[in-house]
């Protein structure tokens, strides 16, 4: 099956049963679960549409449907950028090119060696500080070219995880 990860079926079983197996509880089932791992593992559906007596198919669906829930492992260092009227009108458009040439990916992906997900953001409520940039929980104001580079070159030449 390849790699083990932190997914645990127990934990994923009796969350489902302290919700209760019926379709209703879809969604705060999908909300516990993404809360848990950061994301929705294939498991974890395989588990529910198996508990719930509903179609993979079912699930993703809904899941699909709300743009909050997501598929992929994020990264461990998670970059949004604002691309809301204030930032936009300042150029947030360039910041968000510079990170999809560094990075080669784009938003909604994460880096192959899981370090960093791309995230495109329609407004972040700090249009003061346009440009807007956050990394991790940090939020990044008047963001320019060279501000930006700096911070990736820092993330990108860490080693190890991340010490506050």
């Known amino acids: 099956m390849g790699m083990k990860t932190e997914y645990n079926d127990e934990w994923m079983q009796r969350m489902i049963e302290g919700h209760g197996h019926d379709i209703k ?7 516990a679960t993404q809360e848990e791992y950061g994301y929705l ?13 509903i179609s993979e198919d079912v699930i993703f669906g809904v899941a699909t449907f709300y743009t909050h829930f997501k598929f992929t492992k994020p990264g461990r260092h998670i ?12 150029e947030a458009d360039n910041l968000l090119e510079l990170l999809r040439d560094r990075l080669g990916i784009e938003p909604g992906q994460t880096t192959s060696d ?3 997900s791309l ?3 329609a407004c972040l409520g700090c249009c003061a500080l346009a440009p807007t940039i956050v990394i991790d929980d940090e939020v990044y104001g008047k963001m320019t070219s060279n501000m930006l580079t700096k911070l990736l070159d820092e993330i990108i030449d860490e080693k190890g995880p991340k010490e506050q």
Not at 25 to 31: A, H, K, T, V
Not at 41 to 53: F, G, R, V, Y
Not at 79 to 90: E, L
């Open 119 to 121: 995230e495109r953001v």
């Open 41 to 53: 593992p294939s498991a974890a559906i395989s588990t529910t549409a198996e508990e719930l007596q």
């Open 114 to 116: 899981g370090m960093i």
């Open 79 to 90: 970059i949004r950028t604002c691309m809301g009227t204030a930032c936009f009108v300042k």
């Open 25 to 31: 509880n879809l969604i705060p089932i999908l909300q």
